[in-house]
C-alpha cells in the first residue's frame, strides 16, 4: 500500500474519532455547568481549554461556553475541534477514495455536507447527538463492509490510539475539577458505559469502581487499556515480523503505557489521576510519531543521479 494511502486511512480512523470523543467531552462540559448555577465558568472553561491543548484568551478576557462551543465544536478550520475534524476526515477519505469502501465515502461526504452552518445557541446537545451518531455510522460501515487488511489495520490503528487519547483527556478533565466537575456516572453515561459498567459491577457503584472501569477494563471497548490493546494488536498485524525479533518503537510506547496501568494497584494510579492520564497522551503521541516515520515518512527529496558524460 503506498505511504500516502495509509496515512490518510490513519487520519481517517483518528479524525471521526476525535470529532466523536470531542463531542462527549463537550456535552459532559456544557451539562456540568447548567446543573451547577455556582461553577465558576470562565476557570471550567480555561480548565478544559489546557486539557485540550488549545491556547485560551488572556486574563482580562472573560471565558464563557459560548467560546469554548466556537473553538472546540464549530470551528471548521482546526483539526482540532468537531467540525474541522469531520472536514478532515472526509478530505482524507477523498485521498483514499480508491481504497476505501464507497458507503464510507458517502458516509464521511454526507457528514460533511450536513455540517450545520450554524447552532441554536441554547441547544448544543442536538448538535453533538447527530456528531456521535454520524461517527457510529463510519464506525459501523468501518467494521461491516471492510476487509481485514490493511485498510481497516490503519484506520482502526488511527481510532484506537486518538480513543485513548480522548478518553485519558476526558478523565483529566474529571480530576482536576474536584468536587465541581461532572460524577462519574456522567462521564460513564457519556462514554456510552454506564449499562456496561452495572452490569459488569451488578448494580454496585462507586466512583473507584467506576475510574477502574473506564481505565482498566479489558472488555470494554472505550477503556484506556482496551484500546491502547487494540492498537497494538494493529501493529502487529501490520508488522508480523517485528514480534518475532524485537517490539517496534510505536508499539513499545503503547505497551509501557498499558502495563504502567494494567499491572499497578488502580488506587495507585487515582492519587495520581492527572499525571497518569497525561503520561498516556504523550505515549500516543510518541506512538503516532514512530508510525508516522514507520509507515508514511516525509520529506524525503529524491535525488537523481546525472548520466556521465
Given amino acids: 500500500m503506498l505511504s500516502r494511502i495509509a496515512e490518510s486511512l490513519f487520519w481517517i480512523g483518528r479524525y471521526v474519532e476525535r470529532a466523536d470523543d470531542t463531542a462527549r467531552l463537550l456535552d459532559v462540559h456544557v451539562q456540568s455547568l447548567l446543573e451547577d448555577p455556582w461553577a465558576e465558568e470562565d476557570t471550567a472553561c480555561r480548565l478544559l481549554l489546557s486539557v485540550m491543548d488549545r491556547t485560551a484568551p488572556p486574563p482580562e478576557v472573560q471565558v464563557g461556553r459560548e467560546e469554548v462551543l ?146 482498566l477494563d479489558r472488555l470494554f471497548p472505550r477503556s484506556i487499556v482496551f484500546a491502547l490493546g487494540q492498537a497494538e494488536a494493529c501493529l502487529t498485524a501490520l508488522d508480523p515480523v517485528s514480534d518475532r525479533t524485537g517490539l517496534d518503537e510505536a508499539r513499545r510506547h503503547l505497551g509501557l503505557a498499558r502495563t504502567r496501568l494494567e ?32 509507515y508514511f515518512p516525509s520529506g524525503h527529496l529524491t535525488n537523481w543521479v546525472g548520466e556521465a558524460l
Fill in 263 to 294: 499491572y499497578r494497584p488502580l488506587l495507585e494510579v487515582l492519587d495520581s489521576l492527572p499525571d497518569e492520564m497525561e503520561s498516556v497522551q504523550r505515549a500516543c503521541s510518541a506512538a503516532s510519531d514512530a508510525i508516522r516515520m514507520r
Fill in 70 to 215: 466556537d473553538m472546540l465544536a464549530y470551528d471548521r478550520v482546526s483539526s482540532s475541534a468537531i467540525a474541522g475534524s469531520l472536514v478532515a476526515a472526509r478530505e482524507n477519505a477523498r485521498r483514499a477514495r480508491e481504497i476505501i469502501s464507497t458507503d464510507l465515502w458517502e458516509c464521511l461526504n454526507a457528514s460533511w455536507n450536513r455540517l450545520p452552518a450554524e447552532v441554536h445557541p441554547a441547544r448544543p446537545h442536538d448538535y453533538f447527538t447527530w456528531v456521535r451518531e454520524r461517527a457510529a455510522v463510519v464506525a459501523g460501515l468501518m467494521d461491516s463492509v471492510t476487509s481485514r487488511d490493511e485498510t481497516w489495520q490503519f484506520m482502526v490503528l488511527g481510532r484506537s490510539i486518538e480513543r485513548a487519547d480522548m478518553t485519558a483527556r476526558l478523565l483529566t478533565t474529571r480530576a482536576l475539577a474536584g468536587t465541581t466537575g461532572p460524577g462519574w456516572t456522567t462521564l460513564l453515561r457519556s462514554c456510552g458505559a454506564h449499562e456496561a459498567y452495572l452490569r459488569t459491577h451488578r448494580g454496585s457503584a462507586s466512583d473507584e469502581r467506576a475510574a477502574g472501569f473506564l481505565l
